[in-house]
Structures are given as structure tokens and as C-alpha cells.
């Protein structure tokens, strides 16, 4: 069925906008292997991970969850330049922000001071306070790392149609949300047209974040207004057009669950199994 | 006609005394309708605005009673299916549905997926789903584009996606509820040449719901008119029904064909125009072979309509080298253009051509370079917005979004507060506006919960209130009904007679040669032409160049060396009348505003 719609889509003509969520995915080279799993499977995979490092304390185990899961992302998704540019720039220097920080605000009391950093007046800057920072940051980067993984990989409506598919949620529920994808660059634009109308109306001028908030608390009684009445006109377009006529559909576009999904998931588990075995007790 | 009787392949559709009450409506719109539909038939339902064609059209395939919330009286049968007792999805494989809006009727992210969306939910094969959707494709054109996102496509190619996804259902009945209110001149002209070539292959029923007659006139074997009361008053091919009773329909408030309304004017003012002609050729033809009346009715002074032919000198609003960026995509370059006390200036052009961008940095609300604009004595540029809404109020297209206040009042308070104005003379002010937009009596009510028609008019004053004597309105007749439309027109003549300043950006050609004294006419960001509304319809070459299409009647009377009289009329207005008639010509004019009840 993939190969009578591979068929259809030959011969297009226009190359597909960069931020299109329903782009036809060009084939990825054998090398991209996370473009051909499924997204469940991009899901199901780092989770216990994810959960176990929630509990974790050292330097060790999330350094080595976090550069895990930069390998797979690297070697194994295509990406955007934006997408390379949040992994190689943004991530890192977030994770810088976020050690010092934490490290700042460390309870001095409760770390070693055998190391001293910086000493300003009365206030010394102990290198566990940093340590602590970096453990944590690294922590919420490998967290973050490990989401990627499906995050980068994935598009929401393959991820509706997969859930449809293999974990049976009724497809009026998928579809829907589908639909509800058109919904958001048209909503951004709205926002764009309220706020322009709000600021030449002199709504609410003024700084700091209390008038901000109101502010913002304006432009929902319009944009819901407006989003209700569209969700409607859309709702009787779709039934117009037998949506919901029976309890199934036809499926043209298989989001299969292969043996390489299950191959794909044992070994992620396998892997952390042995990382957290070997790295136990995660410094705690 | 007895439903029960008639053979089911004879018939496609069969309405037996249809009446459909709204929740919350204390009456049935429409009331009692009743006519058959045969296979490959093309009826068009006409009717005043609020007698309930879209109601009827929505409850051909079942959404009325079963989506919408209201009562349906009589029977509706569909190939053999009564619609009260199906499903809407069972009812869809014998009446498919093309709406108002394109946006609104898309669910997938390529044209492909699209199409096939409804075979899909009927649960055929693939090969037959892909070779459904392939034949529809192909049918409106787009076949070529079927990779793409819709949102890559035009209107009008979006509304041609749409009569592609209603063809793939394969049912013999296609009903269309006003498929080109929302569409330019060149969208509207795109649908109706894909609905043509529907027509020509003569495969399927139509049911046709619009306003622009003009573009419909051409194809369509027959009209069912429905009148206020909801009933049928006349049922034909359209020949008869329209030549013969246009004055009676006119009366009743139904939109005619421009040519017809133009003929109806003649008419009394002694010309002789028989048959009554349908279309702009056909106008044409009869007055080539009438001669002028021996005592004509003089046309009206056509110069009434452009004053502040003065200098420059005293140009209101004031353009020099405007350049407007997006990002790094220029939209406007530099634009010169000077707008007089007094004038009704329409801002057209295609689609993408810069119009709402200019008229949104004339009024400030994309503050434009310093120095390149002036309204009054105020720089919008570089003035505060109390002193720019003093100047000149700006509406926008959807009156919602511009609503900031919990009650009528004080959304007409808000701008007079800004200034400082004390409680009384904000009061004095306030209930002046709402006496002068009909508000009366609704102060206290929130703003979203007006009708359209009052949200329209509230948005319009709020505009004026703080007294400037500009206002510009961004596309204010899109996506509306004919009668909204007209009732909002009405209130912006009456305020440009009151000597405001009116600016509108359109692609209604005939709304902008009835109302605009002068046109300025862009192309992808540049300044193509601007002068006075009867020089610009003149340049069918400028026209063209711009991508828009002339007003129906700018052909008519252009070389026509038979009347002399009538040489270079676009507006009816400017056609000769009898005496007794009153000067406004649009059935709409006759009868009080009643949009309230077009929902």
C-alpha cells in the first residue's frame, strides 16, 4: 500500500515548506534509521531512562545518557539546520546557564568546602556547589536529550495515525487531532491581527508583567471566540464528508510497528539496563 | 409532488414542505419550501437575504437536524434516503457539500489526502480511493499540485480543492452554499470555470446558493425563489423567471444580475429593452438595437460624486516613498499617493498586492517609516495612538478582534476616557454614537454578544468616536452576506456624505464603482494607477495589468455610439431613472436593515 502511495506522490513539483507538518518525508539514507521507526517505538524506548533519571544524583550517569542519546539524534535523524543549531548551541549553552546557576544557589552549608573557586567579600564559591549545578543540569539535559530522540524525529500527525493504528485509540479521536494541526499557524496569525487591533485601540497601555498578564487576558476572549467558530464550520465539513460512517477507515498511510521497532526498544533497554548497573548507586 | 410515488432514479432530491426552525428562533426560516431536483439538473436558490438558503442548503445532507441544533418540519429525501432517518455520514454518498469558507473545510496536509478523506471514511480499497481522488483531481485541475500543502494554493484553487473532495464521494447531488463569498475576482472567475465544465459533462445534480449572479447566470437551468415568509414564489428555467418577474423579484429583495438591474433602470427611464437582458452581452446587443428614447430622463450629475478635485494642497492624508518591510520581505515600495478631504477611496488589487498593509500604516497600526506618511497634522510614524485615533479610526475585518471593553459603553467610552474627557461629555458623546449606529438600548451589553450586523456598526463608531475625520476599513464586506454588506455600505455613504474620509480596501469590483469616488489601484507592492473611479474602470488595459477583473457593466457602455448618454457608466447609480424612481437601484436599499436574522 506504502508502494501505491510512494507511486502517487512521484512527480511532485513544489518542494515542501520547511515548518509543513504534513510534508511528505523525503527517503532518509539506511544510515537515518530513527526516520524508519516508529514513533512509538521513538517513544516507548528512552522512557524507562527517562524515569530512572529523575532519581539520579552523580555526574557519570547523565553524562553518559546524555551523549547517548546526541549519538542517535547525530547519526541517526535528519535534521534541520534549526534542529542542529538548538542541539549543538542552544542545548549546551542552556546546560552552561543552568550549572552556574544552580551552582550559585546551592545551600553552602550542605556541600564540602575543600575546594574554593572564588571568594567575593564573605561569600565563597565552593567547586561542590558547581558540581551540584553540573549534576543537575546535566540531569535536565540528558532528560531533555532523551525526549529529542522522538521529539526530532516525529511528526504529530504520524504520531496521531500510530496511535490510531497500534494502540487502537478510535480514529475519530486521531483524525481529529490531524485537523487540529491546521489549526495553530491559523490561530498564530489571529493572535498577530488582536494584538495589532488591541495596540491601536490603546488597550491597556503600559509596562511592567500585572498589565502584561491583562493584556494577554484580552486577546483569549476573541481568539476563543474565533477558534470555537472555525472548530464548528470544520466539524460539519468533515461530517459532510462521511467522517465517523463507520468504526474503521481505510489507511493509505501505514505507520507500520516492525520487528526492527521491537529490535529498537529492547536494545535501548538493554543499554540503560547496563549503564545504570554499571554506574550504580548514581551518587546518592 | 407526492414523494412516495415518484420513482427513486428519477429523482435526486425532493423537498416536501420544509420548514426548519433555529434554536431559540421564534420562527421557521425557511418556512414552507418544496421542489424537486432531477439528475443533472443545475437549480440555483435564490432568495432575500434571511430567508433561509443556507439553512435549507445545510439541511439537504442531513446537518440540519442532526449537527445544528434546530427543527426540521416536512421531509427532505435524497436518493431514495429520508434525511431525518439516516446518519449525516450515510446521507454524504448522495448529497456532497462545498461551503462559504475554504479554511474551514480542511482536515489533511496534502491535496491528495484531502480527496481521498471522505473515500477513506467510506472505507473503499486504496486503488479505488486513489483513483477517485485522481479523477477529481484532475477534473478541477489540481492533479498536478496533489503533493502539496492546500494552504500553498490560492482561494479560489482552495475552493476548487473543496468541489474536488465533494466530487470523490461520488453522489449524484453536489450542493454549494455561496462558494466564491470568500474568493477575489480572479478565485471567483477559478470556480466558476472549474463549475462550468462540471456542468458541461452533466453527471451531476447542483444546488446552487449564491449571491453573485453574475458569474452563475451562465450555466444554471433553473431557479427556485423563496421569499421572506420562507415560501416558494417561483420555481423555472431562468429565462422566464428572471426576464419575466425581475420587477417582482426586485421588490422582494432578490438579488438580480448587475445587466438586469441596469436593464430595470433603463427601462423606466423609456428605453426599450425586451426580452430584459441577463448578462452584460446580452445588455449590450439590445441597446445596440434600441434606439434612445425621444424624451429620456436625464442621467444624474455624475460629478456629484467627486468632490475635492482641488490642489493638492488640501490633501487630508498625505504619502511620500513609503517602503514597508515584513522581515526582510519588502510588501509596499515606495508608495506616493495623496488622498483629499472628502474623498471615498478604494484601495484594490490582487491578492498579496500590499493593499491591507498600506491602508494599516496610513492608520497607524503598523507604524510606518517617519516622514513618509501624514494624516491631518499627525505623523503616524512617529504620534502616539490617542493622537493618531483622533486623526483617523481604523477597522478591522473581523469587528471581534478589536473589541477591548466588557459593554457597549465602555468599549465607545474607552478612546474618550484616553483623552480626558469628564463623565458627561463622555456620556453626551457616547449616546450620540449610539444613537447614530442604531445601538440603542444595547449599552450594557457585552460586545461579543451582539448580532453581526450591530458588532459591524459598534466597530465602525468606536473608530469615529473620538471625532477623527478619516476612517479606513480593511476588507469590511468579506465573507459577508450580500444584505450585511449592503447595510454596512449604506452607513459608510451616509458618513461619507457627513464629509468623513472614508478608505476601504476591496476586491468587490461593482461594491467599489457603486460607492468609491476614486480607486487606487495596487500590483505587488507598487502604486499602478490612482484617479477617479469612472477614469479607472475606463482602462480595461490597467485593469487587467493589475489582475482584476472591470466591474460587469464597465464593457456595456463603453463605444457604444447608439447612446451617447450613457457612454463610460460603471455605476447604476449613474444610469438614467424615471423621476419617480428613487435614486438607490439595490433591492437591498428598499427594506429596513435585517441582517440580524440572516443566521
Same mark, same amino acid.
Given at each position: 500500500m506504502s508502494a501505491v502511495d510512494a507511486v502517487a506522490r512521484t512527480g511532485t513539483a513544489a518542494p515542501p515548506a520547511a515548518d509543513d507538518p504534513y510534508a511528505a518525508a523525503p527517503p532518509a539514507s539506511a544510515w537515518r534509521f530513527l526516520m524508519a521507526l516508529n514513533p512509538l517505538a521513538k517513544l516507548a524506548a528512552p522512557l524507562p531512562a527517562i524515569i530512572v533519571l529523575v532519581f539520579v544524583r552523580d555526574l557519570m550517569t547523565p553524562a553518559v545518557f546524555l551523549v547517548l542519546a546526541y549519538t542517535l539524534i547525530l547519526v541517526g535523524a535528519r535534521l534541520t539546520a534549526r534542529a542542529v543549531v538548538l542541539l549543538l548551541v542552544a542545548v549546551p549553552a542552556f546546560l552552561l546557564v543552568l550549572s552556574l546557576g544552580f551552582g550559585v544557589w546551592t545551600?553552602?552549608?550542605?556541600?564540602?568546602?575543600?575546594?574554593?573557586?572564588l571568594e567575593l567579600g564573605n561569600w565563597t564559591l565552593y567547586g561542590a556547589a558547581i558540581e551540584t549545578g553540573l549534576a543537575t543540569a546535566l540531569r535536565l539535559g540528558a532528560i531533555l536529550a532523551l525526549s529529542l530522540i522522538a521529539g526530532l524525529t516525529i511528526t504529530g500527525p504520524d504520531l496521531a495515525r500510530s496511535l490510531v493504528q497500534q494502540l487502537r485509540v478510535p480514529y475519530r479521536i486521531g483524525y481529529t487531532a490531524i485537523a487540529a494541526f491546521r489549526f495553530v499557524p491559523r490561530f498564530g496569525h489571529e493572535l498577530e491581527v488582536i494584538r495589532a487591533a488591541h495596540r491601536v485601540r490603546g488597550a491597556m497601555d503600559g509596562r511592567g508583567p500585572i498589565v502584561a498578564a491583562r493584556r494577554r487576558l484580552g486577546y483569549v476572549v476573541p481568539l476563543l471566540a474565533g477558534a470555537i467558530r472555525h472548530a464548528e464550520r470544520v466539524a460539519l465539513a468533515m461530517d459532510a464528508r462521511a467522517f465517523g460512517a463507520y468504526p474503521d477507515r481505510t489507511e493509505r498511510h501505514l505507520v507500520p510497528f516492525r520487528t526492527r521497532d521491537v529490535v529498537f526498544i529492547v536494545l535501548f533497554w538493554v543499554v540503560s539496563a547496563a549503564i545504570l548497573w554499571l554506574l550504580y548507586p548514581w551518587g546518592r | 409532488m407526492d414523494a412516495a410515488t415518484t =420513482?427513486?432514479?428519477? $429523482?435526486?432530491l425532493t423537498l416536501a414542505r420544509v420548514g426548519v426552525t433555529h434554536e431559540g428562533a421564534d420562527r421557521a426560516t425557511p418556512s414552507d419550501v418544496s421542489f424537486t431536483v432531477r439528475p443533472g439538473e443545475v437549480v440555483l436558490l435564490l432568495g432575500p437575504s434571511g430567508s433561509g438558503k443556507s439553512t435549507l442548503a445545510l439541511a439537504m445532507n442531513g446537518l440540519i437536524p442532526h449537527a445544528v441544533p434546530a427543527e426540521l418540519t416536512g421531509s427532505i429525501r435524497v436518493g431514495g434516503m429520508n434525511t431525518a432517518d439516516e446518519t449525516v455520514a450515510r446521507l454524504s454518498t448522495r448529497v456532497a457539500m462545498v461551503f462559504q469558507d475554504p479554511d474551514a473545510q480542511l482536515v489533511t496536509g496534502t491535496l491528495l489526502d484531502e480527496v481521498a478523506f471522505a473515500p477513506e471514511n467510506l472505507r473503499m480499497p486504496v486503488p479505488e480511493v486513489l483513483a477517485r481522488s485522481e479523477a477529481a483531481l484532475r477534473r478541477v485541475g489540481l492533479w498536478e499540485r496533489r503533493a502539496e500543502n492546500p494552504d500553498r494554493l490560492s482561494g479560489g484553487g482552495r475552493q476548487r480543492l473543496a468541489i474536488a473532495c465533494a466530487l470523490a464521494m461520488g453522489s449524484p447531488l453536489l450542493v454549494l452554499d455561496e462558494p466564491t463569498a470568500n474568493l477575489d475576482p480572479a478565485g471567483i472567475e477559478e470556480v466558476y470555470a472549474a463549475l462550468a465544465e462540471l456542468v458541461a459533462d452533466g453527471d451531476r445534480a447542483i444546488v446552487l446558493v449564491e449571491h453573485n449572479l453574475d458569474a452563475a447566470i451562465g450555466f444554471v437551468d433553473r431557479v427556485v425563489v423563496i421569499d421572506d415568509a420562507g415560501g416558494v414564489v417561483a420555481d423555472g428555467p431562468v429565462g422566464p423567471v428572471l426576464r419575466e418577474r425581475a420587477d417582482e423579484l426586485h421588490a422582494l429583495g432578490v438579488w438580480l444580475p448587475t445587466a438586469t438591474l441596469a436593464a430595470l433602470r433603463l427601462r423606466d427611464a423609456g428605453y426599450t429593452l425586451d =426580452?430584459? =437582458?441577463?448578462t452584460p452581452a446580452e445588455l449590450r446587443e439590445s441597446l445596440e438595437n434600441t434606439k434612445t428614447p425621444a424624451h429620456p430622463a436625464p442621467p444624474p450629475a455624475r460629478t456629484s460624486q467627486h468632490p475635492g478635485t482641488g490642489a493638492s494642497s488640501d490633501s487630508i492624508i498625505r504619502v511620500r516613498d513609503l517602503t514597508v518591510r515584513r522581515g526582510r520581505t519588502p510588501i509596499l515600495h515606495g508608495i506616493d499617493l495623496d488622498v483629499e478631504a472628502g474623498e471615498f477611496l478604494a484601495v484594490v488589487g490582487a491578492n498579496g498586492a500590499g493593499k491591507t498593509t498600506l491602508v494599516q500604516a496610513i492608520a497607524g497600526v503598523v507604524p510606518p517609516p517617519r516622514g513618509t506618511v501624514r494624516v491631518g497634522a499627525v505623523d503616524p510614524g512617529r504620534a502616539d495612538v490617542a493622537t493618531i485615533a483622533s486623526q483617523i479610526g481604523f477597522v478591522f475585518q473581523?469587528?471581534?478582534?478589536q473589541f477591548i471593553a466588557h459593554t457597549v459603553f465602555d468599549e465607545l467610552a474607552h478612546g474618550l476616557r484616553r483623552r480626558g474627557l469628564d463623565d458627561a461629555a463622555i456620556a453626551a458623546q457616547v449616546s450620540d454614537v449610539l444613537r447614530r449606529f442604531g445601538l440603542e438600548g444595547r449599552e450594557q451589553t457585552h460586545p461579543f454578544l451582539l448580532s453581526g450586523g450591530q458588532k459591524r456598526r459598534l466597530s465602525v463608531g468606536t473608530a469615529l468616536v473620538a471625532g477623527a475625520p478619516v476612517l479606513a476599513l480593511d476588507? =469590511?464586506?468579506?465573507?459577508?452576506?450580500r444584505a450585511r454588506a449592503d447595510e454596512l455600505l449604506h452607513l459608510l455613504d451616509g458618513l461619507h456624505r457627513d464629509g468623513t474620509t472614508v478608505i476601504v480596501v476591496s476586491h468587490d469590483m461593482q461594491l467599489v464603482a457603486e460607492h468609491a469616488t476614486h480607486v487606487a489601484v495596487l500590483r505587488d507592492g507598487r502604486m499602478l494607477a490612482h484617479g477617479p473611479t469612472a477614469e479607472i474602470f475606463a482602462d480595461a488595459q490597467l485593469i487587467a495589468a493589475a489582475g482584476l477583473r472591470r466591474p460587469p457593466l464597465a464593457s456595456v457602455f463603453q463605444n457604444l455610439p447608439a447612446h451617447p448618454a450613457l $457612454?463610460?457608466?460603471?455605476?447604476?447609480?449613474d444610469l438614467p431613472a424615471a423621476d419617480t424612481q428613487p435614486a438607490d437601484t439595490q433591492p437591498a436599499d428598499a427594506r429596513p436593515a435585517r441582517a440580524e436574522v440572516a443566521r
Open positions: 545551600d553552602a552549608s550542605r556541600i564540602s568546602h575543600d575546594v574554593v573557586l | =420513482p427513486e432514479d428519477r $429523482e435526486t =426580452p430584459l =437582458p441577463l473581523n469587528p471581534e478582534h476588507e =469590511p464586506t468579506f465573507g459577508q452576506d $457612454e463610460g457608466i460603471v455605476r447604476l447609480a
